[in-house]
């Protein structure tokens, strides 16, 4: 029963690097508490017991040696699977918590690291998450636009871009990359649904005065100037000149109705 194990661990040492083997390990840890439970690792329950704890720390130390070689095999890749991830996450973390692991060990060292990758990488990923749920909704007039944040937000972007994302490992993620190229145009899309939420909020308000020259000067400049705040050079987008034309348009419609209503 100790040879059978034995062969087994050799056998897990042997797995491939590009293909996880938590199945295969649970199996092997498996028999062993098996094999411990009805006396079969020892003459004696001390023998019993020695060779199960032997057996146990073997085996904890091939799987974590694999698993690192595995994940890190995931980790020098462009393609971060999600589910990959997740795996990566859960198993370093309970590998860690084992007391088998013998601190600051050259194993431990590792998930270290591996803690500090995905340590990096949730936080550019709560960044790109914070950069979609970005949305003004407030419709006052004298309320200002806030620039600074979606200023600041791109600039985040660029500042991740421009130092390899702050790891090398994470660096290599082009899912990453691709997001945070795209965050210009995610604030972008974000800004626009303000402006068209305003001026559907201020459509046909020009009944509320008694002259057009009070609309003008009331509703239509204040957000006309808020439109032409667009074309500020920040955003840097393929489609802004479609977006900021069709705004300019639907609000110079209401400008027209404004002139036949008061005409």
């Known amino acids: 029963f100790i040879d059978k194990i034995q062969q087994e661990i050799k056998a897990l040492q042997q797995k491939p690097e590009n293909k996880f083997c938590k199945e295969y390990y649970s199996e092997v840890a498996y028999r062993i508490d098996d094999y411990h439970k009805n006396n079969r690792l020892g003459k004696s329950t001390l023998e019993n017991n020695q060779w199960k704890e032997n057996l146990s720390k073997q085996l904890y130390a091939a799987y974590t040696d694999k698993f690192i070689k595995q994940a890190y095999y995931i980790l020098n890749h462009s393609d971060w699977a999600i589910n990959d991830l997740n795996f990566i ?41 914070s950069c979609k749920g970005f949305s003004f909704s407030q419709t006052g007039l004298d309320i200002p636009f806030p620039y600074d944040d979606v200023k600041n937000k791109i600039s985040a972007a660029n ?37 068209d939420n305003m001026i559907n909020s201020w459509s046909n308000m020009f009944t509320n005065y008694n002259t057009q020259k009070a609309y003008v000067n009331g509703i239509y400049i204040p957000l006309k100037n808020k439109i032409d705040e667009l074309d500020n050079d920040l955003y840097r987008v393929s489609q802004f ?7 300019k348009a639907k609000w110079e419609t209401d400008g027209k109705n404004a002139y036949n209503y008061f005409n």
């Open 241 to 247: 000149s479609n977006e900021y034309s069709r705004l």
């Open 89 to 129: 996450r859960s198993e370093y973390q309970a590998l860690q918590n084992s007391p088998m692991l013998e601190k600051n060990s050259p194993i431990d060292k590792k998930f270290n690291e591996i803690k500090m990758i995905f340590n990096k990488y949730n936080e550019i990923t709560g960044f790109i998450s």
């Open 159 to 195: 500042i991740y871009r421009n130092t390899r994302l702050g790891n090398p490992y994470v660096n290599n993620c082009t899912r990453l990359h691709s997001e945070l190229k795209g965050i210009p145009q995610v604030l972008f899309r974000a800004h626009v649904r303000y402006l």
